[in-house]
């Protein structure tokens, strides 16, 4: 029986090792080294309405299409904060008028995204 718990404990101690080393070792991007090709999940950077996407390449910055302000995002932006404000005023009168949970529950979800969403847009067309 002790020959039986010496190879358990051996056993132990190698699966013991081996995880160990395995997890011991930095990504080769903190190294330093270049990633090889398939390392990472691809990247799939949709078309323009009703055509195909492509595939990143290495290093492409995403979502940066140099495409600038128009008076159209000020105009929704600008129509957006009362928008926003309204949904507070609608949220804040539900806990008088219901006492359903679900309802109140999303009133409260109302309130907690809208101050941000408000700011937020008042701070993009601040500049």
Known sequence: MSARWGT?????????????????G?????????LTAGS???VIVPGEPGGS????TPG???????ARTSAADIT???SMIPH???ALEMAALAPARSADRRLLALAERVTVAQGPEIRALAGWLRG
């Open 8 to 24: 358990r404990r051996v056993s132990a101690a190698l699966v013991l090792v081996s995880v160990l080393a395995g997890c011991s």
């Open 26 to 34: 930095r990504p080769a991007e903190e190294r330093g080294e270049p």
């Open 40 to 42: 990472g999940a691809p």
């Open 53 to 56: 996407g492509r595939t990143a």
């Open 60 to 66: 492409e910055r995403l979502g940066d299409s140099g």
């Open 76 to 78: 929704f932006a600008e």
């Open 84 to 86: 926003h404000r309204q």
